[in-house]
């Protein structure tokens, strides 16, 4: 399922008609139901083979057996193929976490093992120590003494230090909301903007794609793709000055009362000094023809890229100042932990993360799951 956003109608506008859209309707893409709120349900009791089980590892607030984290009982059922796909992408993290759990007792041993597994993963220094701290203070206060408890535990203090990154995308509080989108070549830019097009088509919403990225003509032509798939219109110049394009489109977009302007700017690395003055241009341009404009600047990064990931984080927030973060290709990643890292370091909201190519591969960050799909 897909729930990405909050429309968010100003509340002294009097209700009007929908106006006639400008371009045909998308075409069904089987878009799921809202999105309800969560609400945990409790798991199936095991049938005990001997002697009851003992109760042990805390998750939230309630004791559950020294078992399995029960991942059915704390997402939605409408998540739970999300969850799979989430749990599946993240499988080489986990199990280089999870290795730590499977002795008899809490000991220094597993504290150090559970390090350096951490930082193998890219959890980053900072992130690292307050995880570390936070288990071994919950451990003593809880009396916990297997090893299954410290993994529920460490799934709660991810959970925490993560759900800072959690916050919607919100649609519909600007005519037109203005989204740039910047991120280093390979990332899945491109790809990224092509399916939340797609999300945000099937929801209704009017979008218009600025093909600002005119230093690769890959890019307008994969971008025309994806406006011709969802039958969304395009604002494109061969050779065109990026800053001019981003214009235009943001004027074509207030002219034909579209609901989102979509702004795809070409890749670069952070170090490429003249480059990142080229981004500085389009937003002082997007401002220009709109004063609110750009009202969300994200950044598309590569979850296999590790701490790199953070340093472009960083770099590309100093120069942008950025609103939220899609991180993908999660699939196959050892180095799932660099979201704590950027959670210690620069909690940027994540709105969303992709592990694949499909469209229903790219979904909202949820801080729980995430935890849930990492350690478990």
Do not use: C
């Amino acid at each position: 399922m897909f729930s990405f956003f909050r429309k968010k109608p100003k509340p002294t506008d009097p209700p009007v008609a929908a106006p006639a859209p400008a371009v045909a309707p998308a075409p069904p893409l089987a878009a799921p139901a809202p999105l309800p709120i969560p609400v945990a349900t409790p798991a199936p009791t095991p049938t005990p083979t001997a002697a009851p089980a003992r109760a042990g590892g805390l998750i939230g607030s309630a004791l559950v057996a020294p078992m399995e984290i029960p991942v059915a009982a704390e997402v939605a059922p409408e998540r739970q193929s999300w969850m799979e796909r989430l749990s599946a992408g993240l499988r080489k993290t986990s199990t280089n976490i999870s290795q730590v759990f499977t002795g008899a007792v809490i000991d220094d041993n597993l504290y150090e093992e559970l390090e350096t597994a951490l930082l193998m993963a890219d959890t980053g220094v900072g992130a690292t120590e307050y995880l570390l701290q936070e288990v071994k203070r919950k451990v003593a206060s809880s009396g916990a003494t297997r090893p299954v408890q410290a993994r529920n535990i460490l799934v709660d203090a991810l959970t925490q230090l993560l759900r800072p990154l959690e916050k919607p995308l919100v649609i519909g509080e600007h005519q037109p909301t203005v989204i740039m989108v910047a991120g280093v070549n390979g990332a899945g830019k491109t790809t990224s903007i092509g399916k939340l097009t797609a999300h945000l088509a099937n929801e209704g919403e009017s979008v218009l794609l600025a093909a600002a990225d005119t230093f690769r003509a890959a890019a307008r032509e994969q971008l025309a793709v994806w406006a011709d798939r969802n039958r969304v219109e395009i604002v494109s110049q061969e050779g065109g000055d990026p800053a001019a394009v981003s214009f235009d489109a943001v004027t074509a977009g207030k002219a034909r009362n579209k609901g989102v302007v979509i702004v795809d700017t070409a890749g670069r690395l952070p170090t490429q000094v003249h480059l990142m003055e080229e981004l500085r241009k389009i937003k002082r341009v997007l401002m220009k023809a709109d004063p609110g404009a750009p009202h969300e600047v994200l950044l598309v990064i590569d979850g296999n890229t590790g701490q790199n990931a953070l340093q472009q984080v960083r770099a590309f927030d100093n120069a942008l100042g950025l609103t939220g973060l899609i991180v993908t290709k999660l699939d196959g990643t050892a180095k799932g932990g660099v979201l704590a890292a950027i959670a210690q370091e620069k909690p940027i909201p994540v709105y969303f993360i992709g592990v694949g190519e499909k469209l229903e591969d790219l979904e909202t960050f949820n801080a729980r799951e995430f935890a849930l799909a990492l350690l478990t």
